[in-house]
């Protein structure tokens, strides 16, 4: 669902909150990058005027009232189609940033499985642990789908790692009740 003309309309966020306590802060600046929000300067953030953005976008603002702060939020669009191709690259390369950080987790997993494999730690208990690693990598890549809207140029190579971690996961599963059966088998 990739757009490649840019897109001229953003939504630009202007929070000010008061500095104590600072959970507050930190809760909204947690949602706006959930959503994936371009920080364009301390309390402005910008996220392009597309729906999947709407809950987001009025959560932040809600966290923002419910810590007597003030959230302003302001349609925007450049002066021309540079400023909309120049917010674009920005926050595609927010997106790239994201990718990658998900990409080298997807390592992480694979070298978690392998290890395992290699000590043959072939339990039920490893089983789940490493089915919940892999769900994790799985929404967390929807997250990431939902708000590269630009389809950062990542997000390609980061779903063809997702499905050879679930295959790596799935031949892990296979071992760990191959070895399950033979341990029965010799109990008997």
Sequence with gaps: MAN????????????KVPAEPTRHRVAIWRELRKIGALSLGQGVWAVPDVPVFVDGVARAIALAEQADGQAVTLNAAGRGPEDAA???????AERSADWTEFLADCGKFEQELA?????AKFTLAELEEEEQSLERLRRWHRDLTVRDVFGAPEAKEAARRLKECTTACEDYANQVFAALHEAQGEAL
């Excluded at 490649?4 to 929070?15: A, G, Q």
């Design 4 to 15: 490649k003309e840019p897109v001229s309309r953003w939504l630009v966020l202007v929070i």
């Design 115 to 119: 290890k395992e494999i290699r000590i």
């Design 86 to 92: 120049r917010f674009q690259a920005l926050f595609t």
